[in-house]
């Protein structure tokens, strides 16, 4: 018996200050709620330039409180009145000087879920993550909402199987990746990492890139979200590598029984063979 879900992911360009950006994602929930989405996740700091282009401490005022903070809040009302699930990709402040990569999920009703944090930090040219963020000590979360049982992976992290094998042993049906990634970096990675990571974990994958060239730096956002199933078949079109999109599908759920059935590989784990792996 199938279990369809529509699923939303919305990609955009930076258009230059923090309020404006919030408001296009607004109306990007409005849009996407008005196409019968359950379901909507951001981009990678959706309310945000790209900002570690560069290395400066006066992004720093980008951090928010979560879920004290005015901006979680204001999703939470969006989601109650739209009744839709909403995955929030957010620059987080703990406490003062403790400052995460984060995404917060609100569920239909508008009530807070909880967070993952970023676990795999980068610190490469174009990509100065580690003076902005520490590493996320959430572990690897799933969420019981409205449109299924939903996990979170944020771009860098999808280059690290492990978080993906966990998010899929603790249930999660569809799995998240909200990303700022760059078109002269890892376009080569992008239609091969998380379809393989959909195959070996049996789950939806939504990943979600940022689109166009800010004026902090020469890191081409090429776009391209997609939806991709359990058999690596993506769902529908892929989005446009320039233009702002909203990228709405519909997902049966009840494929994920039928495929894990037929390979089991979460039976066929060997745990106790894999202690290596965790050896620094």
Same mark, same amino acid.
Request: glycine letters at 8%; a negative charge; charged letters at 25%.
């Given at each position: /018996?199938?279990?369809?879900?529509?699923?939303?992911?919305?990609? +955009?360009?930076?258009?230059?200050?923090?309020?404006? /950006?919030?408001?296009?994602?607004?109306?990007?929930?409005?849009?996407?709620?008005? @196409?019968?989405?359950?379901?909507?996740?951001? @981009?990678?700091? %959706?309310?945000? &330039?790209? %900002?570690?282009?560069?290395?400066?401490?006066?992004?720093?005022?980008?951090?928010?409180?979560?879920?004290?903070?005015? +901006?979680?809040? $204001?999703?939470?009302?969006?989601?109650?009145?739209?009744?839709?699930?909403?995955?929030?990709? /957010?620059?987080?402040?703990?406490?003062? #000087?403790?400052?995460?990569?984060?995404?917060?999920?609100?569920?239909?009703?508008?009530?807070?879920?909880?967070?993952?944090?970023?676990?795999?930090?980068?610190?490469?040219?174009?990509?100065?993550?580690?003076?902005?963020?520490?590493?996320?000590?959430?572990?690897?979360?799933?969420?019981? +909402?409205?449109?299924?049982?939903?996990?979170?992976?944020?771009?860098?992290?999808?280059?690290? &199987?492990?978080?993906?094998?966990?998010?899929?042993?603790? #249930?999660?049906?569809?799995?998240?990746?909200?990303?700022?990634?760059?078109?002269?970096?890892?376009?080569?990675?992008? @239609?091969?990492?998380?379809?393989?990571?959909?195959?070996?974990?049996?789950?939806?994958?939504?990943?979600?890139?940022?689109?166009?060239?800010?004026?902090?730096?020469?890191?081409?956002?090429?776009? +391209?979200?997609?939806?991709?199933? &359990?058999?690596? @078949?993506?769902?529908?079109?892929?989005?446009?590598?320039?233009?702002?999109?909203?990228?709405?599908?519909?997902?049966?759920?009840?494929?994920?029984?039928?495929? $894990?059935?037929?390979?089991?590989?979460? $039976?066929?784990?060997?745990?106790?063979?894999?202690? &290596?792996?965790?050896?620094?």
């Amino acid at each position: /018996m199938s279990r369809v879900i529509r699923a939303a992911l919305f990609q +955009t360009a930076w258009t230059g200050d923090k309020e404006s /950006m919030i408001q296009v994602h607004e109306q990007a929930a409005r849009d996407a709620a008005a @196409q019968g989405a359950q379901v909507l996740c951001f @981009q990678e700091l %959706f309310y945000g &330039p790209y %900002f570690c282009q560069v290395q400066d401490e006066a992004f720093y005022e980008y951090a928010e409180r979560i879920p004290e903070g005015p +901006t979680v809040q $204001r999703f939470q009302t969006l989601a109650r009145e739209l009744g839709i699930v909403l995955v929030l990709p /957010m620059y987080e402040e703990e406490q003062p #000087g403790v400052l995460y990569n984060t995404a917060a999920v609100i569920d239909a009703d508008g009530s807070y879920l909880g967070k993952y944090r970023k676990t795999h930090i980068p610190q490469v040219r174009g990509f100065w993550e580690k003076f902005y963020f520490r590493p996320g000590n959430s572990g690897w979360p799933v969420f019981d +909402t409205a449109a299924g049982r939903i996990g979170v992976y944020i771009c860098y992290d999808r280059h690290f &199987p492990e978080g993906w094998r966990a998010l899929g042993l603790a #249930g999660a049906e569809i799995v998240f990746n909200p990303s700022a990634t760059s078109r002269g970096l890892s376009r080569y990675l992008w @239609q091969l990492e998380q379809p393989a990571a959909a195959v070996a974990n049996e789950y939806f994958v939504g990943a979600i890139n940022r689109v166009g060239v800010e004026d902090l730096g020469d890191n081409d956002f090429y776009g +391209t979200t997609y939806f991709v199933d &359990p058999e690596a @078949q993506f769902v529908g079109e892929v989005a446009s590598d320039k233009e702002t999109e909203l990228v709405v599908r519909d997902l049966d759920l009840a494929r994920l029984r039928e495929v $894990r059935d037929r390979w089991q590989f979460y $039976r066929d784990r060997a745990p106790g063979a894999y202690t &290596p792996l965790t050896a620094p």
